[in-house]
Structures are given as C-alpha cells and as structure tokens.
C-alpha cells in the first residue's frame, strides 16, 4: 500500500511537476469539467501536514540559492541515539515561467558523510506525461532504482512503477495506479503491488477513495494488506486537525493517531501536536526569528509505555 514509493521520498519538498494549468483545483461550475485527483500518494497528504515529525538531538541547516536554478544545502545533525551526520543538499530546478517555454528536468541529490547517495530526476515528456527516477545507495550498495511514468487527464490519473528490476536474480517490484474523479467531492481509484523473486510471487490489491467537503477531507485505502484511513478538518484559519487509522495484515499491529495544528500569524509561530494509542503523545513549535532568515524549531516526544523520552532543536537558516 504505497510502502514501495515511500522508499523514495527526499528530506526536501517536490512541488506539483504538473502546470496549474493543467490540472485544475477546483470544480469548474463554467463548463462543468470534474478536476484532476492528483496522485496516489497525495490521497492522506493533508492529514499527514497536520502531524509533527519527530525531532531528536540538535540540527543545523543552512540553505542557499546559488542561481535562479540552482540552490544548496547543508545539514548538520548531532544525535544522542544514532550516529551523527552531514548531509549535502543540491536541487536544480526551473521556474514555471521557463518551464513553459523548454521542458528540462528536476533533478535533486543528497548525500551524507557515510557515503549514501538518495537522488531523484523529473521531466516532462509531454504536456500530461511526467517520468521519474530514483536512486538510493547505502554506502557502496544500490538500495533503490526505481522507474515511474505518470499520466495525468483532465479527471484521472494513471501511473506505473518499477522498483529494483534486476533480470540476473529474476526480481522485479511492479506498482500500478489509478484515480478517477466520480464527482466534484468523490475520487475513487485503487492500486496493484507485484513482486516477484526467485523464492517468492505474489500481489497486493488495494482499493481507495476519497471524499471531500467544504473544509474536511476523508479517505480510505483497503485491500489484503491492510487498510488506511484518514480525516482532516479545517476549523477555522489557525487550527487544523487529523485523524488517522492503520491496520496491517502483515504485522497484525492497528494503530491509532490524533493530530493537530495551530498557527499563531502574528508571532510567526506553528504548533503540531499528536497522541496515538501506543501512548506516544509530542509536539513541535516552529518559530520563524524575524528579521532574520532563520526558522527556530523545538520537539518533545515521549513513550509512556516505553517510558523513553526524545527531545530535539533545530535551527534553519535561509
């Protein structure tokens, strides 16, 4: 259920490769078009906004834009469970102003002082057809190579991935989906996992949907692995809030998540704040030091049952 894509996701945030154009928000009440559902692995992606990431141990990261195109970064984790690392940053990236006149890539990179390369390339083959690479290596050892091409329409979506082919070990990990806007608030699609090896075959169906309302969005995926759920809610301009449910086949574990967010415009302040039923209850403030270019943020989680406490700093520059 999306586990193979998650393999490929970077520290930085990918904007929508689509043109706005191209994909409308909204229904259309004009001339009556259902909009485009976007992505499979944007279905929970509000409800996911709404929640904390963990922080542990003290960051430092220092951003800068080199060209209009090129920008960079460093990281500097220092941690108290894990070994401490640098992390090197590099995006290049047009704007959509070029975008429009010459089709070139996205490309991203990071790595890391042991050596581990996570990078990541997009473009364009068409106005509606966007392919993706990605690549991640632990040291010396390739960990992903993954292939996707996606096709967006005017009220579906369609994608086809392919992660780790190798013909010399027969194994290959096929990813199929599909979305389709039913009504202005209804999407429904569903997603195919293959994978196969020299000891194992097998696949994994799962059906999603998503409902959306004036300012709540409810979403489910169910399937023979399990099933997610999701509902965010928008109460007002400062606070949002989102709930989550997971159950795996696999595992036999259910889990349960509450989160919220506050935002505090006139102290340039961000609160999220979550509690899930494995007792795990932290929080994360994110204040913006105007005038300055940095971004101060500070986390607390803690595990009654495990009875393990985690505290973090970081500090964002540019």
Known sequence: MG???ALSSLPVHLPSP???SCVPQRWDKRDGRLPNPGGFDMLHRRCKDVFPHQTEGVKLT????ISTFFKASHILHLSAVGPSNYRFNASYQQSDSDRREEACPVLVGEMDSFGSL???CLHFLSERIRAKAVF???????????FETEYRGDDFTAAVTLANPDLLRESVIMV???????SPQLVLGGELVYHRGRAEEGGIVTLAGQYSGPNWVATLNAGNGGAHASYYHRANKQIQVGVEFEASTRTQETTCSFGYQLDIPEAN??????????????GVLEKRLTPLPATLTLG???NHRGDKVQCGLGVTVG
């Open 3 to 5: 586990s193979v894509l």
């Open 18 to 20: 689509f043109r706005q």
């Open 62 to 65: 220092i951003n800068r834009t």
């Open 118 to 120: 996570n990078a990541q």
């Open 136 to 146: 991640q290596t632990q040291r010396s050892q390739f960990l992903v190579w993954q």
């Open 176 to 182: 199929a989906h599909f979305l389709q806007s039913v």
């Open 269 to 282: 302040m961000v609160f999220r704040g979550t509690l899930d039923s494995r007792w795990i209850v932290g």
């Open 300 to 302: 607390a989680f803690m």
